[in-house]
């Protein structure tokens, strides 16, 4: 296993370590800020990865699809937990979530018929805001933070319909030919 898919696999690896340290920051709050720096880390495995796999040439098939279950793992688990503390609304969380659920359906029939859907644009620029999003809630800073957690909300909200219409679109063949 080369070093991008190691740290794919770490990131994965790490969401229940943020989520235990974030659901239990209520009564120990200093686990906020442990769970910010876990949520951090695994969320610059992502640049990183992708950085490391395009410069050496060490894209594979398991990196283009568990980098982006990675991170749809990352996001929607800290989504989720930031749901459960108020800092955003559940039907936001379950837009994005459905969005993740719809993508994920889309790589399987593909895969079925031997081709590796890799992340387009928008899916990375959605994964990126929504990454910079989650920062922001778990950090809760006071005052004109509060604007900018609702338009990093919005912004997500917005990318994550863009591109799931985007992949639509572009992979449209894989439902209507059952394949590429």
């Known amino acids: ?52 796999a395009r410069s050496r040439n060490l894209i594979t098939n398991f990196g283009k699809f568990m980098d982006p279950l990675a991170d749809k793992l990352l996001v929607c688990s800290a989504m989720l937990c ?8 559940m039907w936001v969380v379950i837009i994005i979530i459905a969005r993740e659920f719809v993508i ?14 890799a992340a387009g644009y928008w899916g990375k620029a959605k994964t990126v805001v929504q990454m910079i999003m989650v920062i922001m809630l778990i950090m809760n800073l006071p005052g004109v933070f509060f604007v900018i957690d609702e338009v990093l909300i919005w912004l997500s ?21 059952g394949g590429m």
């Open 157 to 177: 909200l917005a990318l994550t319909l863009i591109s799931l219409v985007d992949y639509v679109w572009k992979n449209r063949r894989v439902i209507t030919e």
């Open 82 to 89: 930031l749901a459960d503390y108020g800092r955003i609304a």
């Open 104 to 117: 994920s359906g889309f790589r399987l029939v593909a895969s079925d018929a031997g081709v590796v859907i």
């Open 1 to 52: 296993m080369n070093l991008p898919n190691k740290l794919t696999v770490f990131r994965i690896l790490m969401v229940p370590v943020f989520v235990v340290l974030y659901l239990l920051h209520g009564t120990y709050p200093v686990l906020k800020w442990i769970a910010l720096a876990v949520f951090v880390i695994a969320s610059f495995t992502d640049f990183l990865d992708g950085k490391i």
